[in-house]
Every structure is written in C-alpha cells, then in structure tokens.
C-alpha cells in the first residue's frame, strides 16, 4: 500500500488536462514525480508549463500516447521508471467523451468508444501490473470510470456507461484479488468536471468515423443546478483515496438521489424474483 506521497513514481494516462492532470498535480505537490502520457502533444506542452509554473517541473515526464497501442504503453511505462525509478502508482484515467444514440452506432464507434474506454485501462492494467509486482514495494491502481455509470440510463451516454460500468466491475474484482498483495485498488466517480473531454472526437482515428452519428456531439452537458468541479479538487480526493486504500471515489454528492433511484429498482425486481419464479411452477 502507499503510506505517503513523498518520492513515489505515478504514471497517469489522460494526465495532461483535466481530472488526469488534477490527480498529476496532487501528487507533485505532495512530492511524488510523476510520469504524464497524453495523445495530445499540445495538451502535454500545457501540462509542462503548468508544472514550470508550479515549481515541480524536475518531476514531471510528458509521454505521448495512444492508450490503444499496447506496445507504446509498454515502452512508455519503461520510459517512466528509466527515468524515476520503481513505478508505485499508476493512474488509468485516459478516456473519450463519445456521445449519440446508441442504437445507431456503427461498428466504428463501438471500437474506438471501448477500445480506449474500456481497452486503453485492459492495457494499462496488463503492462503495469507487472511492474508493481516486481518491486515488491507495494503500490495502488487507480481506474477512472465516472458516476454516469451508477444512474438511470441518459440519451446519448450508451456506449460511454457500458464501457465506465464495466471499469467498475474490473476495479472492484482486481481490488479482490489483490487484497493480499500490498497493492491497493480505487476507481474513481465523478460527475460533472472541467476538462476537455468534449474535444475528444478530434483524437478518434479517420477510419472510425465514417457514417456515425456520434461525431461532433458535446459531452460537457450537466443537469441545471450541478455544480462544474475544478479538476483539482477530483485530484485531491483521489491523492486522500490513494492514502487511505479507499475503494470508491466520488467527486458529487448532489447525484445520490439519482443513484438511489437505479439501485431501487434493481432491488425490487430481486425481491420480485422468487415470487414470480414460484408462481411459474404452478
């Protein structure tokens, strides 16, 4: 486990906007070097300003990458500890806003919205797991899914929700089989942030675009009255989370009710269940 920040190595994908450079940013400043991979050069050359900016430049490697690419990742988690030292905390937060309906989606957008969704933390997961073990010195996983996952279903989301509920699952059975391994596990539930998520579409490869109609759809839309999170504060929590071996992160207490609603109806339709099973052998 991670009994302190200080002179840790952290590698996190999707670090260098939003949530993935709030979590980067907690952890430099709490002393840990971190490891920033990133598909946008122009986002990782924002990421090394703000870290010029913030005094924690001498920790802080931009590394570009396509999650997807299981090979890159692997060269770039090598690059990582070549440069830091034993990777303690690996962060797989890199994700795509991809949003249309559903049952309109082409193959394309399927492959792209899960292979990196989905895919991209499979990978993550395969090539750095690894490397925690090696050392022996114990570490934490975070995965960022999102607390859409949790709710009723909204239009649009159909893709993104399969994909994040599905990191849900994947946390919490590696947090099971790791439990006897100094390595803990956190997936992290936020809800509306500040980030640039709705630019995603513009990393989506040429070849999986034709004839969708999710291409060009924003994804930064929130309910009114829901507050827009400073991707630092996500940071935070996730930095506390890490410390404190916490299995769930959740960034907005404000979608509890909506969460309750999904949960109700699970419940009820498995206290409906040995009624109706039991009336069918009649």
């Not at 994909?163 to 790791?178: M, P, T, V, Y």
Request: proline share 4%.
């Amino acid at each position: 486990m991670i009994e302190r920040i200080e002179n840790t190595v952290a590698f996190i994908t999707g670090g260098a906007s939003g949530i993935g450079l709030g979590i980067a940013a907690a952890l430099a400043h709490r002393g840990a070097s971190v490891a920033v991979a990133d598909i946008r050069a122009d986002h990782l050359a924002q990421a090394r300003d703000q870290a010029v900016r913030d005094g924690w430049e001498d920790r802080f490697l931009g590394l570009e990458l396509d999650i997807a690419d299981r090979q890159a990742f692997a060269e770039a988690l090598k690059a990582a500890e070549a440069r830091f030292g034993p990777l303690r905390i690996l962060v797989n937060n890199a994700g795509v806003g991809i949003a249309g309906p559903v049952a309109e989606a082409t193959f394309g957008d399927w492959d792209w919205g899960l292979s990196v969704n989905l895919g991209g933390v499979v990978n993550g997961l395969v090539c750095g797991l690894p490397l925690l073990r090696r050392h022996g010195l114990g570490g934490h996983i975070v995965i960022t899914s999102s607390l859409g996952a949790l709710m009723p279903p909204r239009p649009t989301r159909g893709i993104y929700a399969t994909a994040k509920a599905g990191l849900i699952a994947l946390a919490e059975h590696l947090r099971l089989d790791l439990q006897h391994s100094g390595i803990g596990v956190s997936v992290l539930l936020p809800g509306p942030t500040l980030s640039k998520i709705h630019e995603s579409e513009q990393t989506r490869p040429a070849e999986l675009r034709a004839g969708s109609r999710f291409v060009g759809n924003a994804t930064d839309k929130a309910p009114a009255g829901i507050t827009w999170q400073d991707p630092g504060i996500a940071g935070r929590m996730t930095v506390e989370a890490i410390l404190a071996d916490r299995l769930y992160i959740v960034t907005h207490g404000e979608y509890l009710d909506a969460v309750k609603a999904r949960n109700a109806a699970i419940e009820e339709a498995v206290r409906q269940a040995t009624d109706l099973r039991e009336g069918m052998r009649g």
